[in-house]
């Protein structure tokens, strides 16, 4: 299970510049921005960075999802930072 930014070989100021480059993202109903989606195994990940305003207001920076066999398939925070 990947739980690190390093295991989907980025960083939190590479995910920055994807941002600003305005890459093909989406964004959740809090605005924050989907910026890996993969899938391995048959289980699914999502990197997410989180909005600015969201992060002003004590969210982390950034947050990975989970959903799998670990967790019965249902999404799930797994990491945060």
Not at 25 to 45: A, K, T
Not at 55 to 71: L, T
Request: with cysteine; charged share 30%; hydrophobic share 35%.
């Amino acid at each position: 299970m990947k739980t690190t930014l390093k295991e989907f070989n980025t960083s939190l100021s590479k995910l920055k510049a994807d941002l600003r480059e305005d890459k093909e993202l989406f964004q959740n109903h809090f605005g924050d921005f989907c910026m890996i989606e993969e899938e391995e195994n048959n289980e699914g990940y999502k990197v997410w960075l989180n909005h600015a305003e969201n992060v002003a207001q004590g969210m982390p920076q950034w947050e990975i999802e989970y959903s799998g066999k670990y967790n019965n398939w249902v999404w799930r925070t797994i990491a945060k930072g």
